[in-house]
């Protein structure tokens, strides 16, 4: 039977990463350690050292088919398949055939040559996977038609990234290394954008990764590891359903985040028979949260909660586990043992468990209450101790009783005595040391089954068991005392802190301050009222007439509804309205300097035009006025010449005076939003062509690339070109001698781009958004230019017809400014092939 052959996949973010050239170097290394390796197909698309790395290796001669009257050549599969050599490198797995041949795809050739026990080499990109197409699409605008199954490629001997950082792939294709001279300007400004190239990549990583991923997880599989392998950073969270479920949540994103490709991943454990309690609306709204959070939900079954949290924990990988701290209160703990978190703790192993807090937990942000005594609950529990506790160690002294062990038996109801002072206080001990003093008399002291004084240090026996009970009953209430005292303390100065912090967060003081206040005074609902107006809120008011007011600042005020405060609890409260001041005086500062900046960057402009009018109105009123005055001079025998060139002076001077009052006017309109607009269809070589004849800028100063086909931009005419003259006057004032400016066009998604590209010396970035700035020049020294209004002007025309204009760096050096504008199309897009589709057949 013949072993099927391995293919190995070169895969790459986008065209021209270097795919075809590392399958040929990698046949080169092949054929020098004595394999048999031949080119099936290899697509040098006209790169000069993709080709020459073929030399050397043998070639399958293509086929010839004809579609349509036009010739192409494909891969020769039958003709491979008779060579068969041990390696095949086959470019372009997501290549379509031409009808007529064998298979529809390539990559079902690919399968006959593996089924024949040929080894492939072959390249991919990533945007031509399967399962990646819809995402590709959201990012670069271009649908993708030639794809290749998930299956098919997971199931390949080995896959392999061929990398190369984005803007090294900017460089490659401005120097003419990936496409052809005519192709690179609007390969740079549609597909091979730096964000779409960066996205591109960070696919095709996770893609790799996942991959990996899964190829771990099968050996782990294969080979029985239960450890933790720590290659990536997993974070299940334990949810059951309660309030607290998001909050985990969110801290588990978090957690994840903080490494790259890191996991979310959620968990509810439900019972066998399906008792368990949970809120299905809860679970419901935190599966939508994990969604959202790009992280996966799971349900498992399991009688043993922590058993099947570690267990899950550890089939996915895990290297963190968020568990919500326990609701249960401390008496409840102490009845009935260790909780969940304790438990899974106790079984994690390698996995670290974080414990969140929240206000469910027993140890919740809500302040103690200032009882100054045990709670009730103990005193319940020393009684308890003291009916239960008594009978059992009255059993277990009559067993032994004699007439040696009466001081023992003393001593062993004092103890219990003691016990029950120090878990129920004062009440419940006195109640054990008279229970005590009767069990002694009435069955271990003689007379028995008799309850009779008649010693007087019997009596003081008894007198001492309650004076006992009592003092150490003090000590205990003291204690408690103290304790309760300084947990409120230390929750005042949490809650302090965080107000404090709240406050200089700034953005959602408010909020949080309402949010905490509610909190830590255990409230249905706190409300911040300004007039009629609910500035914030916390909670739902209940029906109760309980309703405490505090004014905060002059008509506002802090209501908190449910409960009748305290007067300790109304020096935090002071406390808390005290912030509630500084945030709300915070918020009106900052109403106040929103309301005062287009006041400022209105004075600015004003100052900046008063300084431009100094000169720039100067200059053409004087040439003008000293024309208008030459002719009207009497004794000045003027020639024809002369008079002419007067003339022509003072009409050059008021034009250029009206040009000037026109873009004032224009400025003034788009700042005040005035400025009228007329969309319609509009055809951009019908707009670039009175642009060219109104600056009188020829062939030889402009070069010409308009790739867009019958696709037409929702513009006013009249506007888009002024912004053309505009952007034309500066290109050709700063292109190099003999430098051609060129505008090119091109489409992408629903958007037609209008570059005009210049050569000069360009803008650092860093001033790149100062150009668009009223009454800027360049170097603010040629006072020759006018205003400086032409680009400010040109932003806010391209703007008011929706859309935008940008400068970008020209490869090689120089200024490209480019328009982008809605397209409205005359024929469905879905007829023609993709505009720009930069790796047809990858």
């Known amino acids: 039977m013949t072993r099927p052959g391995q293919l190995r996949v070169l895969l790459g973010a986008a065209p021209g990463v270097g795919k075809t050239y590392t399958m040929l170097e990698e046949g080169r290394r092949l054929i020098g350690q ?100 819809d995402v590709v699409e959201q990012i670069t605008g271009a649908a993708q038609r030639e794809t290749v199954p998930d299956s098919f490629l997971r199931a390949a001997a080995q896959v392999e990234v061929v990398d190369l950082a984005p803007q090294a792939l900017r460089d490659r294709l401005t120097g003419g290394l990936v496409y052809p001279a005519e192709r690179i300007d609007a390969a740079l400004s549609n597909y091979f954008r730096l964000g779409n190239l960066t996205a591109l990549r960070e696919l095709a990583l996770l893609w790799l990764a996942d991959e990996v991923d899964q190829a771990l997880t099968g050996y782990r599989r294969e080979h029985g590891i239960q450890a933790t392998w720590e290659a990536r950073e997993r974070v299940v969270v334990a949810l059951t359903g309660g309030a607290e479920g998001e909050t985990l949540l969110r801290r588990g994103a978090r957690i994840a985040a903080r490494s790259a490709g890191g996991e979310l991943i959620a968990v509810h454990v439900t019972s066998q028979d399906g008792l368990r309690s949970a809120n299905p609306a809860a679970l419901t709204q935190q599966r939508a949260l994990v969604e959202k959070l790009n992280g996966t939900y799971h349900q498992v079954i399991g009688e043993d909660i922590p058993t099947a949290l570690v267990e899950f924990a550890r089939s996915v990988n895990a290297t963190q586990l ?19 978190g304790a438990s899974v703790v106790r079984e994690s192993g390698d996995i670290d468990v974080h414990m969140v807090n929240h206000a469910a937990a027993g140890g919740s942000r809500a302040l103690p209450p200032l009882t100054g005594a045990l709670t009730v609950k103990r005193r319940i529990l020393g009684l308890a101790l003291a009916l239960v506790g008594g009978p059992i160690l009255t059993a277990l002294l009559a067993v032994f009783r004699s007439e040696e062990s009466i001081t023992t038996d003393v001593l062993s109801f004092q103890l219990l005595v003691v016990l029950v002072a120090l878990v129920g206080g004062l009440w419940p001990a006195l109640f054990a040391a008279v229970l005590s003093g009767i069990t002694l008399d009435f069955l271990f002291i003689e007379p ?119 007067a300790s609890e109304r020096r935090l409260l002071a406390v808390v309205t005290a912030q509630l001041a500084a945030a709300l005086e915070h918020e009106r500062l900052q109403q106040t300097a929103e309301t005062i900046e287009p006041i400022a960057a209105s004075d600015r402009v004003r100052g900046a035009l008063l300084s431009a009018l100094s000169h720039d109105l100067r200059r053409p009123l004087a040439s003008a006025t000293a024309a208008v005055g030459g002719l009207k001079t009497a004794d000045v025998n003027l020639t024809a010449h002369d008079r002419r060139e007067l003339l022509d002076t003072a009409d050059e001077s008021l034009r250029a005076l009206g040009t000037l009052v026109t873009d004032l006017l224009d400025v003034s309109r788009v700042q005040a939003g005035a400025l009228s607009i007329a969309n319609m269809p509009v055809d951009p070589a019908e707009v670039i062509a009175p642009a060219l004849d109104e600056l009188q800028l020829g062939p030889q100063d402009v070069a010409l690339r308009l790739q867009h086909d019958d696709s037409t931009v929702l513009a006013d005419p009249v506007l888009l070109q002024r912004v053309l003259v505009n952007l034309l006057a500066n290109a050709h004032r700063y292109a190099p001698e003999g430098t051609p400016v060129k505008i090119t066009t091109s489409t992408f998604s629903d958007r037609l781009e209008i570059r005009v590209i210049d050569h000069g010396p360009g803008v650092p970035a860093q001033k790149a958004d100062d150009i668009f700035i009223p009454f800027q020049r360049s170097g603010d020294t040629d006072n020759s230019t006018g205003l400086g209004l032409g680009l400010a002007l040109s932003r806010g025309f391209v703007e008011a017809m929706g859309g935008t204009l940008t400068p970008e760096e020209t490869p090689g050096g120089g200024l490209t400014m480019v328009i982008s504008l809605r397209t409205h199309r005359t024929t469905h897009r879905s007829e023609r092939e993709p505009h720009e589709n930069p790796d047809r057949g990858r």
């Not at 255990?522 to 009629?532: F, I, K, Y």
């Open 34 to 133: 004595g394999a048999d390796v031949v080119i099936a197909v290899v697509e040098s698309h006209g790169r000069s050292a993709t080709a020459a790395m073929t030399a050397g290796i043998p070639a399958v001669p293509r086929m010839r088919v004809s579609h349509r009257g036009v010739e192409l050549d494909e891969m020769d599969l039958a003709a491979v398949l008779t060579r068969s050599p041990r390696v095949a490198l086959v470019d372009e797995l997501a290549h379509t055939n031409a009808p007529g041949t064998r298979n529809e795809k390539r990559w079902q050739d690919v399968a006959e040559l593996l089924a024949a026990g040929i080894d492939v080499i072959s390249t991919l990109n990533i945007q031509h996977i399967e399962s990646l197409t």
């Open 448 to 566: 028995l089954y008799a309850v009779h004084i008649h010693q007087p240090h019997h009596l003081l026996a008894l007198v001492l068991y309650v004076v006992i009970a009592s003092l150490v009953s003090v000590i205990v209430d003291r204690a408690a005392r103290y304790t309760r005292a300084s947990r409120r303390s230390a929750a005042e100065s949490e809650l302090i802190q965080t107000i404090a912090g709240s406050v200089l967060r700034g953005e959602n003081a408010l909020q949080a301050l309402v949010d905490r206040t509610r909190e830590a005074f255990q409230l249905p609902g706190v409300r911040l009222v300004r007039g009629d107006e609910v500035v914030a809120r916390a909670g739902e008011p209940v029906a109760d007439d309980r309703r405490t007011e505090v004014p905060v600042v002059e008509g506002v005020t802090l209501e908190l509804h449910g409960a009748n405060l305290a």
């Open 322 to 340: 968020v568990l919500g701290a326990s609701r249960r209160g401390r008496l409840s703990a102490a009845l009935t043992g260790p909780g969940i």
